[in-house]
């Protein structure tokens, strides 16, 4: 992969805030690019059939299929590609890369001097805005079965290359800097603009 200049990271577990920071991120001058909707995307198509594609456990075997049969780093070089189209015709301030949920992806942006960001919040919260804000092809869960699903991407499950697997837990582990939401959309920017005083 081709090294680059500035790149930021943003990872959490589902509805924590990624996609709020990376709204901000993107507006102080970075390109990004989120590999969650690369994920639904594809779900979509492959679980077209289903009546709720686009479930946490049809995104984590589209995922693993994904990088089985194109290589672990196959999102991430994706993202790197369309940077590098991108800044041919505007000039950046760096990559921003959201939805970091694969070990491989997150050393990436590590190894590279960069900021991988984990986002918290607690599972009662993130149920809620999660049942509140369905994306088409979403299922409504309840809560048992909302964080049974999520499981499936805080650790590797077994019979699968761990390489191509998604890791939550390791993620948070690496990151290096760490921002709480539990809070209002309002609070947690401001929250965010002291972390990212250097952004």
């Not at 019979?159 to 709480?180: A, E, P, R, T, W």
């Amino acid at each position: 992969m081709q090294k680059i200049n500035k790149i930021i990271g943003i990872s959490g577990y589902s509805r924590s805030g990624k996609d709020t920071l990376a709204k901000y991120i993107i507006e102080k001058g970075y390109y990004g690019v989120s590999l969650g909707d690369m994920a639904r995307d594809l779900t979509r198509k492959r679980h077209a059939h289903e009546e709720n594609p686009i479930s946490r456990i049809n995104l984590t075997e589209t995922s693993n299929w994904l990088r089985q049969e194109k290589g672990p780093e196959v999102l991430m070089n994706i993202a790197l590609e369309e940077y590098l189209k991108a800044s041919k015709n505007k000039s950046y301030k760096g990559l921003l890369i959201w939805s970091i949920r694969a070990p491989i992806d997150a050393d990436f942006i590590l190894k590279n001097q960069g900021q991988l960001i984990w986002i918290d919040s607690s599972p009662e919260t993130r149920y809620e805005r999660a049942m509140a804000n369905l994306r088409y092809g979403e299922p409504h869960l309840d809560y048992q079965e909302y964080m049974r699903q999520e499981s499936t991407q805080i650790q590797p499950q077994p019979g699968i290359d761990s390489k191509v697997q998604m890791n939550l837990n390791y993620i948070k582990q690496v990151s290096n800097l760490k921002i709480n939401n539990n809070l209002s959309t309002e609070e947690f920017i401001k929250a965010a603009q002291k972390l990212l005083k250097t952004v």
